[in-house]
């Protein structure tokens, strides 16, 4: 049931890959509340994604853009900004790639040319973005963005290796740029820390099943959802959120500030008893 929280307004969606994007649930919820937006995704997605599809039901036009090249970016938005008719509202930036992970080399064995390529991917990324919409003025008043976080930025989990360093990056740039853009045009920044969700990326990170069912078992509502996190962006790029600028906001079901649960304690008291 739509409420046209997003009537009128006009954004870009960054990473809808497939159906278990976060991005795909954001397009999708976003369309429904009445916005008109771009698809944007790496030109590899064309062969291993299912973009394409989701712009065709959503009647939405599709840019590709490699994130880690200025021309690209440049030419999104301005493409985006004519295809829609107008200035943007809102921006999601969901982006992340670690080659060490892909490649299984151990965070304390990093091959530092694929460490350059994660950052430069997965945050540098939400930099250049912010810095060619505010260069090419793309940004409406009271304007929104949002990236994509995980709690790794705060507290160390082994098998997340170089992303956390990135997802920490991401988040100083969303206050940083974020004092920045506020000043200039009034457009806040925030980053979304979201529960392990079964992602293309999120799955690939090892140990994934056990960790997801864990952070479950630790929250005392449970891991959010794919689509409860897609409420929670339509929710700050509505008017409703004007003033809510340069935050890391946690929507994790509580897990980021539980220290232990009676779930997991019952768990390590019957494993002991065994």
């Not at 943007?88 to 992340?96: E, K």
């Not at 930099?127 to 994509?148: C, F, P, Y």
């Not at 509580?254 to 008893?273: E, Q, V």
Request: hydrophobic share 40%; proline share 3%; net charge negative.
């Amino acid at each position: 049931m739509s409420n046209n929280l997003l009537k009128g307004k006009k954004g870009i969606i960054f990473g809808a890959l497939n159906a278990n994007s976060i991005a795909w649930k954001v397009a999708e919820l976003c369309h429904a509340e009445g916005a008109q937006i771009v698809l944007t995704n790496a030109p590899v997605a064309a062969k291993i994604g299912q973009t394409e599809a989701l712009a065709k039901t959503l009647n939405a036009p599709l840019i590709y853009a490699d994130v880690t090249k200025m021309e690209d970016l440049e030419n999104l938005v301005a493409g985006a900004t004519e295809a829609l008719g107008g200035s943007l509202d809102f921006v999601l930036h969901s982006v992340g790639m670690s080659l060490n992970i892909r490649k299984k080399n151990p965070y304390s064995d990093s091959n530092y040319e694929y460490m350059h390529q994660t950052l430069d991917i997965s945050a540098m990324s939400f930099h250049r973005l912010m810095q060619t919409l505010m260069k090419k003025d793309a940004m409406n008043e009271w304007g929104s963005i949002v990236a994509l976080s995980y709690i790794a930025a705060q507290r160390t989990f082994p098998d997340y290796g170089e992303m956390a360093d990135a997802k920490s990056l991401l988040e100083s740039f969303a206050r940083s740029f974020g004092y920045h853009y506020g000043k200039k045009k009034h457009v806040r920044v925030n980053t979304i820390s979201q529960s392990p969700t079964p992602t293309t990326a999120g799955s690939g990170v090892g140990g994934f099943d056990a960790f997801f069912n864990y952070a479950d078992k630790m929250s005392p509502l449970g891991n959010a959802s794919a689509a409860a996190c897609a409420e929670y962006c339509v929710s700050l790029f509505s008017d409703y959120t004007r003033m809510v600028t340069m935050q890391n906001l946690f929507h994790d079901g509580g897990f980021s500030f539980t220290g232990i649960s009676n779930d997991l304690m019952d768990g390590f008291r019957n494993a002991a008893a065994e």
